[in-house]
């Protein structure tokens, strides 16, 4: 199945990129998706959320999912 | 309920006057609270900032902010609120967000504007990269409001 | 500071923003929270209200709402601060009395905004006589904030 | 001494004037001043001021003081 995957903020800068666009097995979690995407582990303080909503890394994804990680917001 | 994420300066005073005006029935409203967030040129020890770069999470961040409001509006029984939040660059002393609550009595009306601001800040997808005289930083936490909701 | 007291109508916001402009130095406030109190046609349980009138005690007013400005303003750390309040004839819709608070982070305004506002609606010299359609009568007391300081 | 008494509000239409001044004895109190313009109890929940500052009945009065009596504020 393909997700979409979008890195914001310092996020981005670590990545290289803003997003991207990967290929992934069935029933694959978020915590897989980043294993392909990184070799490092995931920054503790990250956020995660698939199609615009706040989940966590044990959210089984499907596919045309939109998966984005961030660090910590700081607006306002 | 207005939920804006724009680029351009605003005038939040003026933004408050003319959605009051246009969308608030008279008679209605007994307390209105407002709060504006507005850049400083100095922050977590950096002092003399220059300018600073709002990035958000376009989609995201304008569902949260409505999901927070509807959130509050129920909550605290508000007849209405808004929300204006720049991104892009901005300069000191212009301001970065405003929020607005009007409800019947003045209580709802504060608890409410502080949980809108504490969400914003804690949980809408905004980062905040700054031009400090020695480089740019991405501020990587908010002060936490101690009587956060 | 600013604390005013007259019978003339007033554009809260507008007030707001003129003295922003006039007495904050740029760039040192990054919260700024305003309360405006407006005339509802309807209280304790009397509909279609078509007037009020406001008295108060002029000195002593004054005087009272100068002191919680000063309390506040140290307590809080709070950098200026202002208050207009109506006198006289007042009609439904129309603003009955504004406090803004400035200071360099959200929460202290926001404490400090409802100090002052709760401070006035128990504490500072001012009278209601309503306008109801059953005839005058002298509102008895204030609703008091649950989260009253 | 001479002191001058203001009321305000429904305790001006109670009294059915709005000042008076008033010649006490030398350390009379608010108290005392009270039963001098009154027949009746001072309604329970009555603030009094001595010039411009909050205070109680107990409160020992001077020439040319300024005492206000009035029902619990109801602005904003």
Redesign the interface.
């Known amino acids: 199945m393909k997700v979409k995957v ?1 890195y ?3 996020m981005r ?1 670590r990545m290289g990129k803003g997003d991207e666009e990967l290929e992934l097995q069935e029933g694959a979690t978020i915590a897989d998706l980043w294993q392909a995407v990184s070799q490092e582990v995931l920054p503790e303080n990250t ?1 995660v ?1 698939v199609n ?3 989940t966590d890394l044990s959210h089984p994804l499907k596919e045309g999912d939109e998966v ?1 990680f ?7 | 309920m207005k939920i804006v994420v724009q680029e351009g300066l605003f ?1 939040p ?2 933004e ?2 003319a959605y009051q005006r246009d969308h608030l029935p ?17 922050n977590d020890g950096y002092e003399g900032i220059r300018a600073m770069f ?4 376009p ?2 961040t304008e ?2 902010l409505e999901k927070v409001c509807q959130d509050a509006m129920e909550r605290w029984d508000v007849l209405d609120c808004m929300v204006v ?1 720049r991104v892009g660059e901005i300069r ?2 212009e301001p ?2 405003l929020v607005a609550v009007w409800s ?4 709802m ?3 409410a ?2 949980f809108i ?1 504490n969400d ?10 700054e031009a400090t005289p020695q480089g740019e930083r ?6 936490q ?3 956060a909701a």
């Open positions: 979008k914001f903020a310092s800068d956020l959320a615009m909503e706040y984005a961030f660090p910590p917001v700081t607006g306002g | 005038d005073w003026a408050v006057a008279a008679g209605k409203h007994g307390g209105t609270v407002v709060f504006v967030g507005t850049m400083r040129d100095f709002l990035e958000h999470y989609g995201m569902r949260h939040h000191p002393d970065i967000v019947e009595h003045r209580a009306a504060f608890d504007c502080r601001i914003l800040k804690s949980r809408a997808p905004f980062w905040k990269r991405w501020v990587e936490h908010n002060t409001d101690p009587n």
